[in-house]
């Protein structure tokens, strides 16, 4: 076994430290070309992450009337899932409906999970709601979306393709990115 000498043994360091460095940084560029292309298609347009599961829920509230997916058909959609005993949704929901007050002209639809329907009224009615709102005790929708931890928000193209997802609350700048994958008319 033959041994290196002082000097030896340092340019070997070196040598081995700038190789490190090289390699770690084409990782990082083509880690970063790998979400770019993942985010956008060629043509800048979103990319679709699948077809969005359909659900029809009776609407919170008005057990007499559903929400469906369906009936937005041809439409970009916005589903939020919630719940009133949620922390993160407390201080999602407000900005939730102070933008759809204002954006009305895009779908939002609330689904309330593995809740009351009492305390659901309560919550939504303090945080200003006016968008369609659907009741999902059993977790049905949710389990369809994989929706494991609230709260999550999917956005769909107009055929119903998720085309951004967003776990934990939504802010402004994920709300627009969102838009901006759906196509929808961002704010005004």
């Not at 041994?3 to 940084?25: E, F, P, Q, Y």
């Not at 679709?48 to 469906?68: C, D, H, M």
């Not at 939020?80 to 933008?99: D, G, I, K, M, Y």
């Not at 968008?131 to 994989?146: K, N, Q």
Request: aromatic content about 8%; proline content about 5%; some cysteine.
């Amino acid at each position: 076994m033959s041994m290196l000498s002082g000097r030896d043994s340092a340019r070997w360091a070196i040598r081995l430290t700038r190789r490190h460095k090289v390699i770690s940084a084409a990782v990082v560029v083509f880690t970063a070309v790998v979400i770019a292309i993942s985010a956008t298609t060629g043509s800048g347009g979103a990319a679709s992450i699948g077809a969005a599961p359909a659900f029809t829920l009776t609407a919170l509230g008005q057990p007499a009337r559903q929400v469906a997916l369906s009936q937005y058909a041809g439409q970009p959609v916005i589903v939020n899932f919630w719940a009133s005993w949620c922390e993160p949704c407390q201080q999602e929901t407000p900005l939730l409906a102070r933008w759809h007050a204002q954006h009305g002209q895009v779908v939002l639809l609330g689904l309330d999970e593995n809740d009351t329907t009492g305390g659901a009224l309560k919550f939504a009615r303090a945080k200003g709601v006016t968008y369609p709102l659907a009741f999902d005790p059993d977790m049905t929708a949710a389990s369809a979306y994989g929706v494991d931890a609230l709260p999550q928000t999917f956005f769909l193209n107009a055929r119903h393709q998720i085309v951004a997802h967003v776990v934990g609350a939504v802010t402004p700048a994920k709300l627009a990115t969102g838009l901006r994958l759906m196509g929808a008319p961002a704010a005004g």
